[in-house]
């Protein structure tokens, strides 16, 4: 956590001389309950570093799926997993955006820790690639799109449900099918008519 406080903010004691600090520099906000900016960032970066890998572990455990059931039956959990996920991390998050300064710092430590949305993308998007190629997804559909449209579901009920509550939505189950339903990946068969 150390290294992830160098990069978003230095260390978080007093300025030396006595001189306030600005707000980016780690003046304590009420809001973050005596946390500087540049502390919260901290703490958010190592629950990221912590969270993620188990999220990335369970995308790579995808492709192990491929030809297996059906797809969306497949992709089900993973949507669910991304809901809470998201659901967790999203609201640590918030006070990198306090200033332009931590915001920046933030950027620059998921860049340099390689923490960014492409670990997370690539995955899925290998996922249903290989699907594509046996022929259970449409031809048509990309991959790395359609896995952006997934997470971004995921992202999307996660954050409204930090801001309106649990309850006031679809559950995180039925979010989850709503999400894998609407993709419409699967190969639809047609329907052969009835002989009368």
Known sequence: MAVFMKQVGGDSSANPGGAPARPEE???YPQLR???PAQAVGMFLALLQDRLPV???GLDDLMHMAGKGRVNDNLLPV???GIDY???VQAAAMPAFIS???TVRFREALRETDLGPSSEIAPLARYIAAERGLGRVSPDVTPEASARLLLAGCFRHAYYEMFI???SGLSRDDGAVEI???LRLEVVTPRTPALS
């Open 55 to 57: 999220w990335l572990h």
């Open 165 to 167: 509550g649990a309850g």
């Open 86 to 88: 998201y659901a967790e």
């Open 79 to 81: 949507a669910r997993a």
């Open 34 to 36: 005596g946390a500087t």
């Open 100 to 102: 332009p300064s931590i």
């Open 26 to 28: 780690g003046a304590a």
């Open 180 to 182: 894998v339903r609407e």
